[in-house]
């Protein structure tokens, strides 16, 4: 049995005092001996921690009390070893970054694509007047998404906006938008809908809850998360691997940072390249002074970086 869980989830519910909330919220986590990283908003809320059963427990039925919280779904896996190494909260404008210039433009606690359980989204899902829409970036859909799901070119889920023109063309479909735990759609559903698009849905509870309760059917390759198990198996059903290693072409799904934190991209690796490599993307990578000794997880914990170097392009997402 796991003695450990990740639990994944996130809540649209207006927090007057969301900075003090924070503050206070930090330490209740680090009280119960939880690690991850939660995002406060005056939106709402937005983690995944990770701790003992009985610490993410006592932090599921805590935040359950919460009346501003109290529909809020979690998403549970079971793990060897706890999903983080530290705890982090943070205050930010919204709790999933839109990338609009006023995020007040959409308010997903008024005006949303309909939610579609997991099992409704795979009865629609293969219709003709269907069309599926990833919402997620290129280093998530890359090593994992729906067959015939159509994707953006985006690197960050706040690309997204500007990318809507490109779905013009299917604007008399029914559009199922999906992402990692259901967040990010909670946005896109809502900006569909405010530029005209008039039959939109969304994966309620995302690729992850999709995996749990229908099996994962139809999703190939795995789904990337924002901890350091980096990706999670989804598809019980007809599982396929789509990902192919940067550096030789070789078919994998295994997902790294580079070792050079200055680069830090996320790709996929095969393991054979990764020793030749020392979980490098490139030679010049390989011979960064700086490099980090690669372990064979790619997984790294964030050090502080110097300013004006290309910064960490992990979203605080999901
Ligand atoms: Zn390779
Ligand atoms: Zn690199």
């Given at each position: 049995m796991a003695k450990y869980n990740t639990i994944l989830y996130y809540c649209y519910?207006?927090?007057?005092?969301?900075?003090?909330?924070?503050a206070d919220h930090l330490k209740f986590c680090k009280g119960l001996g939880l690690t991850g990283r939660i995002i406060v908003a005056d939106e709402g809320l937005n983690g995944t921690v990770s701790g003992t059963e009985e610490a993410c427990k006592a932090y599921m039925e805590a935040v359950h009390a919460d009346e501003r919280f109290a529909k809020t779904e979690f998403k549970v896996d079971e793990v060897d070893t706890p999903s983080f190494v530290k705890m982090h909260v943070r205050y930010k404008s919204e709790i999933v970054h839109s990338?609009?210039?006023d995020p007040n433009m959409i308010n997903p606690q008024i005006q949303t694509g309909k939610h579609l359980e997991p099992v409704d989204f795979m009865a629609m899902k293969d219709r003709d007047d269907v069309v599926i829409l990833d919402v997620r970036s290129n280093y998530e859909h890359s090593l994992g998404k729906f067959k015939n799901a159509v994707t953006l070119d985006i690197e960050n889920f706040r690309d997204f906006p500007a990318k809507i023109n490109e779905l013009a063309q299917y604007k008399?479909?029914?559009?199922?938008?999906?992402c990692t735990g259901g967040i990010k759609c909670e946005k896109a559903s809502a900006l569909l809908l405010h530029e005209g698009f008039t039959d939109v849905y969304q994966l309620h509870g995302g690729i992850i809850k999709y995996g749990k309760e229908a099996g994962g059917k139809d999703f190939d390759g795995k789904c990337y998360v924002f901890?350091?198990?980096?990706?999670?198996?989804?598809?019980?059903?007809?599982?396929v691997v789509i990902?192919?290693?940067?550096?030789?072409g070789t078919v994998t799904h295994k997902m790294i940072n580079c070792a050079n934190p200055e680069?830090?991209?996320h790709f996929t690796q095969c393991d054979?390249?990764?020793e030749?490599?020392?979980?490098?993307?490139?030679?010049?990578?390989?011979?960064?002074?700086?490099?980090?000794?690669?372990?064979?997880?790619?997984?790294?914990?964030?050090?502080?970086?110097?300013v004006n170097v290309k910064k960490d392009k992990l979203e605080l997402a999901e």
């Open positions: 519910s207006t927090i007057a005092e969301g900075e003090q909330f924070a990338g609009l210039r008399d479909k029914k559009i199922l938008t999906y901890d350091n198990r980096l990706s999670v198996d989804v598809n019980s059903v007809n599982p990902s192919t290693c940067f550096n030789c680069c830090n991209e054979a390249c990764g030749k490599l020392d979980g490098c993307c490139s030679d010049a990578c390989q011979s960064h002074p700086r490099k980090r000794v690669y372990d064979g997880t790619g997984y790294y914990v964030k050090v502080p970086q110097p």
